[in-house]
């Protein structure tokens, strides 16, 4: 799996509304290990946190994985309150009036998240 991080200042152009959760892992080390990680690595995360129950949001574009329809893929490392959040648009696209609607590759979110968490725990050296 191939991320390339967006940066605060290009997060806009990439935003999407079919980003939704894969999974939330209740663990408050882990939540906080990762945060530094990524902040010790690309230094301000891609969005301004959004509630005081989150303090970071790292997003990145996949770019060898196959989300067609859609012409994208984005994915989400995030903490929310003591839990570590993954999410993802994979499976997902926007219909004509931009709202998220399920696509044909909806039923391998479960697996894309496996091998998700698998890559970002190699990737970061820790285990997700």
Request: charged fraction near 25%; proline fraction near 2%; aromatic fraction near 10%.
């Amino acid at each position: 799996m191939q991320l390339e991080f967006v940066p605060v200042e290009e997060f806009y152009f990439e935003l999407t509304l079919a980003v939704k959760t894969l999974e939330e892992i209740e663990n408050p080390e882990l939540a906080a290990k990762v945060g530094q990680i990524l902040k010790d690595r690309y230094e301000q995360s891609s969005t301004v946190a959004s509630a005081n129950q989150n303090t970071y949001n790292y997003v990145f574009k996949v770019t060898d994985v196959d989300n067609s329809p859609f012409h994208r893929l984005i994915i989400s490392v995030a903490d929310w309150g003591d839990k570590l959040r993954l999410g993802s648009d994979y499976g997902w696209m926007l219909n004509s009036e931009h709202r998220a609607e399920k696509s044909d590759r909806f039923s391998g979110r479960d697996q894309f998240n496996q091998d998700l968490k698998a890559h970002l725990s190699e990737m970061l050296g820790v285990t997700i």
